[in-house]
């Protein structure tokens, strides 16, 4: 039997996989937020679009439940991992997949794929390359007011961008009543990922999370590596840190050349087709 979709999460970060070599879909922005919408559609955190093949590579789209598109992201990179795996695509362990945010290398741990390890690349500090309006500089413990409170915040890009905001102890709460405001902040033109960041020693760290685009999060890869090359920069904790997130734990090795290596599970949820009436709206072109 063919299927319209495979759903995965990954520590409850859900997403769904729509393979265009099995199913052609118009993927608008209203579209894209009609399935992602979990009263009226299928319901996740997003949408991974793929396998693209192009000169011998593996290319994935990344589409927010808002209907925008993300350059890259941890958990959805993982969990395509592990769908190209189920669906049969791959011939190895260890192979690369192209995102907008950049080339990554993965590698499945074990024979079910449902450990994976990425290399997400090399963060940056500097502001230009995130970005962050101003001067041009490494955004390291600066300044910022939100509704009268003072932040210390330090900003990055591991190929889409965060802002990384030590505290002495996190909340959702704090990250539904501040993640909006930051994320749609005027510094930073194209919005930005934040996380709310407690260390717990120099091996363990605590976070909570507001994605662009997608809002309160359970877990986020890209935020687990921002948040630990934030406090490895700032002298908070060694380069061998396990995340702490509402959903699970994440396991993130900064190696010396500053490639940030991510490792952590992935889940298979359902498979299933669009009945007649949500194909027929997602499918107009």
């Known amino acids: 039997m063919d299927f319209h ?3 995965y999460h990954a520590l409850g970060n859900d997403y769904i ?48 439940p808002d209907g925008s598109e993300a ?37 499945l741990l074990d024979s079910k794929a449902n450990q994976i390890k990425v290399d997400m690349g090399q963060v940056t ?28 915040v330090s900003c990055l890009s591991i190929g889409n961008p965060h802002c990384v905001i030590p505290l002495n102890a996190v909340s959702r709460e704090l990250a539904e009543e501040l993640g ?7 510094l930073f033109p194209n919005r930005i990922n934040v996380q709310f ?16 685009g997608a809002g309160y999060t359970l ?17 908070m904790v ?6 702490h997130m509402p959903g699970g734990t994440i396991s993130i090795i900064i190696s010396p050349d500053g490639h940030v290596h991510m490792t952590g599970s992935v889940t298979g949820v359902s498979k299933g087709c669009f009945s007649d009436d949500l194909l027929a709206q997602i499918s107009n072109c």
């Open 125 to 152: 500090f500097y502001s230009t390359k995130i970005p962050v309006a101003g001067t041009p500089r490494e955004v390291i413990s600066e300044e910022l007011i939100i509704n009268e409170r003072k932040f210390t």
């Open 17 to 64: 996989v729509i393979d265009p070599n099995k199913t052609r879909v118009n993927l608008s922005e209203e579209n894209i937020r009609l399935i992602c919408h979990r009263n009226f559609g299928i319901g996740s955190d997003g949408i991974l679009y793929g396998p693209l093949f192009q000169n011998d590579s593996i290319y994935l789209r990344i589409l927010n």
């Open 219 to 235: 877990a986020s890869g890209s935020s687990s590596c921002a948040a630990a090359s934030a406090a490895f920069q700032l002298g």
């Open 71 to 107: 350059e890259k992201s941890g958990n959805g990179i993982r969990i395509f991992s592990r769908y190209l795996f189920d669906a049969g695509y791959l011939k190895s362990y260890q192979f690369y997949i192209e995102t907008l945010g950049g080339k990554v290398h993965v590698e």
């Open 197 to 212: 960041l407690q260390v717990l020693d120099r091996n363990n760290i605590k976070i909570e999370i507001w994605e662009r």
């Open 5 to 7: 979709f495979y759903k």
């Open 180 to 186: 909006p405001i930051i994320e749609n902040y005027k």
């Open 238 to 243: 060694d380069s061998d840190v396990d995340v």
